[in-house]
């Protein structure tokens, strides 16, 4: 696609998403939220086995965006392989959510990815209202308040974990690649966790796994998440059917409240 035809495509589709959003403002949820904040920035060392892989990264942009008569988070998800790993398997991977600053919804997902030979783009606008998501190949039925595959990290953390017991699971729906996937967390327990950026008091989960393409069984992940208001990932390990994949908190700032769970 050529850059004026590209031009064209993102004008007008912004064009529709503002009058879509222009609409909807009246009727949406109010979400309580005091685990992040606009400025936030999280920082990850991803490795592939016994491999440096690569880098990651999540950042609110420090402005909220107008979408119509709503205002959002802005923001954007970044992965790029390093070092050896990059020799073999390059990985260029860019996430946006444009997220409601009140309902907690995404209004737009913008992704922009390379991986080894694989390459996608793809931009999504969300009608609330309507309850559908609307891509360059397809238009779906939502569930409401339906997040995508960034705002879910975001929401999540508004969820209240206070009294959560092992076994207990956290559910929400989210769109991704034209489908709708039901998100659950099951939550193990409380562990503390050694990384570069510290120690920390953690909540460990299992996100249930669809089971196939890539996970061999729905507890083949597990994450820690920061035992305070921020709720932050602090490390997450996947086994998966072609080795294992393990992403540490490297660096933050910004952060919404004082970090707590922090001992050192």
């Not at 039925?141 to 990290?153: I, M």
């Not at 602090?234 to 001992?263: C, H, P, Q, W």
């Amino acid at each position: 696609m050529g850059t004026m035809k590209k031009l064209f495509f993102t004008l007008t589709f912004l064009s529709l998403v503002y009058s879509v959003v222009a609409g909807q403002g009246d009727a949406m949820r109010t979400v309580e939220n005091k685990a992040f904040k606009a400025g936030e920035v999280l920082e990850y060392r991803v490795h592939y086995g016994f491999m440096d892989a690569g880098i990651a990264r999540l950042e609110i942009k420090n402005d909220l965006k107008p979408i119509g008569s709503r205002f959002c988070y802005h923001i954007v998800g970044t992965g790029k392989s390093v070092g050896a790993f990059d020799w073999f398997f390059k990985v260029r991977d860019r996430y946006e959510s444009f997220l409601d600053n009140q309902a907690l919804v995404p209004w737009l997902f913008l992704r922009n990815i390379e991986e080894g030979t694989y390459k996608k783009i793809q931009n999504v606008s969300f009608n609330h209202a309507k309850k559908t998501a609307t891509s360059e190949k397809a238009t779906v039925a939502t569930p409401e308040n339906v997040q995508d595959l960034v705002s879910s990290y975001y929401f999540a953390r508004t969820l209240d974990y206070s009294s959560a017991k092992p076994g207990d699971l956290f559910a929400f729906d989210a769109y991704f690649d034209d489908e709708i996937i039901p998100m659950k967390l099951k939550f193990v327990g409380r562990e503390k966790i050694k990384t570069k950026a510290g120690t920390f008091n953690c909540l460990k989960f299992h996100p249930q796994l669809l089971v196939g393409r890539v996970f061999k069984d729905a507890d083949d992940m597990t994450i820690w998440v920061s035992d305070d208001e921020n709720k932050v990932v602090v490390r997450a390990e996947a086994e998966i059917l072609v080795g294992s994949v393990k992403m540490d908190l490297k660096d933050y700032s910004g952060l919404a409240n004082d970090f707590t769970s922090k001992v050192k």
